[in-house]
């Protein structure tokens, strides 16, 4: 009798333009990646941020109300955040880089 043997990998083909081929292309090779394992990496990353997305979080009623408390405190100042924020962006006059 033979046996079945489970598929480990699915194809899948899209049709694309040419435009949108050649980005993909040119970012995988930025990568150092192949069009496939590019466009797979891509696929997935996006497949779970909706997942992610529609995540439901659950919790016990005490354990939202201390959530609740927590983010109804005032912030907390971080100097070293400070600092970075009173920075000028690179795109700013007057910005150097660290060296």
């Not at 927590?70 to 100097?79: G, Y």
Request: charged share 30%; aromatic share 6%.
């Amino acid at each position: 009798m033979a046996s079945t043997v489970e598929r480990k990998e699915y194809p899948i083909s899209m049709r694309l333009p040419e435009a949108d081929v050649a980005m993909i292309d040119r970012a995988a090779s930025l990568r150092g990646r192949s069009r496939t394992d590019f466009v797979r990496d891509a696929a997935v990353r996006a497949a779970e941020e909706v997942v992610m997305e529609q995540g439901l979080i659950r919790m016990s009623p005490e354990g939202f109300a201390d959530f609740m408390e927590i983010l109804s405190r005032p912030p907390t100042i971080v100097p070293e955040m400070m600092e970075v924020l009173k920075r000028p962006a690179p795109w700013e006059p007057g910005f150097e880089p660290k060296r």
